[in-house]
């Protein structure tokens, strides 16, 4: 049996782990964070910290690997691509290409350079930088992921203080025209440097406006499309992306796209799960094939006719407790398809604009108002928080 080895273990990579099962793989998982849900679901794992490369290295060389994979995250990919191409293994981006995609200041200068639809932006180095700007901006750290760091603000005091805010989590920010619009994620499969696959979906949040709870299959105008469409296609050519998944968020203001970033490893909170069930396609075993071999054969032709309405929600709290028990509203009790407990019962939520509880899919049929259940979403399924522990 082969094996791979993957450089995450949290729940958000359980995705890749199962596909690799599936495709007959022997699955490693590395991370040192006690709450990494995936280690349960591998045959074996190391409580390393990935970003340790001798460590890797040694594991790789000791278990006798045959592919690495990234898990759901920045640091983790560009490990694994650096490592796959010191070790000539699997099929990735060379360091270069990589490390251009996955700093979204460099990134974006490539955009603006080759005419690629992305807001207008400026590389922050000292506070005489901070002249000649329209307000509403977004303030913006090149290297991290998830919301982290990013703020929307709307005059040079609230800048200020944003920045020395940003500064505490990272030394690189830039300054990002604000656009106001649809906010969609657009996960594509490139084949010869052309998109064989496209799934978009529109992304919601809830408290905290910089992180995304709930995600649920979008359609988008074919103007919009096909401008997304060959701005993808044109990155693809000019940085000669090799096959495999691409995955981006895009804003949409006049049906015009903005590109607002990308990654090539796979989207977070069982994100790939979501495509799945909508679609019926086996988009994880496709991102593991492609990293692995290179070669991916029909995980899309066995797309459902009629695209299903699925959300896929995150539950958060609206304040800090203890958490008691997860209330599902009845009338929805027969339209829950899966769900991933994050935290146990009686666990202490201390940050809850960024602590999530659960992650649930839910099925809702056609004749239903289906937008209508996204916006009131958190008042059918939420977290019941007692605020003190006697309570």
């Known amino acids: 049996m082969k094996k791979v080895l993957i ?13 690799s099962q599936d495709l007959g793989y022997f699955v490693i998982t590395l991370g ?23 460590m890797v290295k040694k594991i790789i060389e000791d278990e006798n690997i045959d592919y690495i994979l990234p898990g759901s995250g920045e640091e983790s990919y560009l490990n694994t691509v650096k490592l796959a191409h010191e070790l000539n293994i699997g099929n990735f981006d060379i360091p270069e290409v990589a490390n251009l ?91 010869n440097q052309k998109i064989i696959y496209g799934f978009t979906g529109e992304d919601k949040t809830y408290l905290n406006k910089y992180l995304i709870t709930s995600a649920f299959p979008c359609e988008v105008k074919e103007e919009t499309f096909q401008k997304m469409k060959y701005d993808i296609e044109k990155i693809a050519k000019l940085l000669n992306l090799v096959d495999g998944m691409f995955h981006l968020q895009i804003m949409i203001k006049d049906h015009i796209p903005y590109i607002i970033d990308v990654t090539r490893r796979i989207p977070g909170d069982l994100y790939p799960y979501l495509i799945e069930y909508c679609d019926g396609v086996e988009y994880s075993k496709a991102v593991v094939k492609a990293y692995t071999t290179g070669i991916i054969n029909n995980e899309f032709d066995k797309k459902f006719d009629k695209q299903k309405f699925i959300i896929r929600h995150c539950v ?36 809850y604009l960024n602590m999530q509880i659960a992650i649930i899919f839910i ?21 019941v928080i007692c605020e003190e522990e006697n309570d």
């Open 316 to 351: 958060m709290s609206d304040k800090n407790g203890m958490y008691k028990n997860l209330y599902i509203n009845p009338l929805l009790e027969n339209n829950i398809i899966d769900t991933i407990h994050l935290i146990s019962t009686n666990s202490l939520i201390h940050d």
């Open 101 to 191: 995609i996955h700093n979204k200041w460099k990134f974006k200068e490539f955009c603006l350079k080759n005419d690629i639809s992305t807001p207008n932006g400026k590389f922050y180095t000292n506070i005489d930088d901070l002249t000649d700007l329209s307000f509403p901006i977004v303030v913006k750290p090149t290297n991290l992921s998830g919301g982290r760091g990013v703020e929307i603000v709307n005059s040079k005091e609230e800048l200020v203080k944003s920045l020395l805010e940003a500064k505490k989590v990272t030394n690189e920010i830039f300054l990002e025209e604000f656009i106001e619009g649809k906010l969609i994620a657009y996960s594509i499969f490139l084949k």
């Open 363 to 383: 099925s809702i049929d056609e004749g239903f108002d289906q937008k209508s259940f996204v916006s009131k979403i958190n008042s059918l399924i939420y977290p």
């Open 7 to 19: 450089l995450g273990g949290s729940h958000r990579d359980i995705p890749l782990i199962k596909a």
């Open 32 to 54: 040192n964070k006690d709450y990494y849900l995936g280690h349960n679901y591998s045959n074996k794992a190391y409580k390393i910290n990935f970003n340790d490369l001798n």
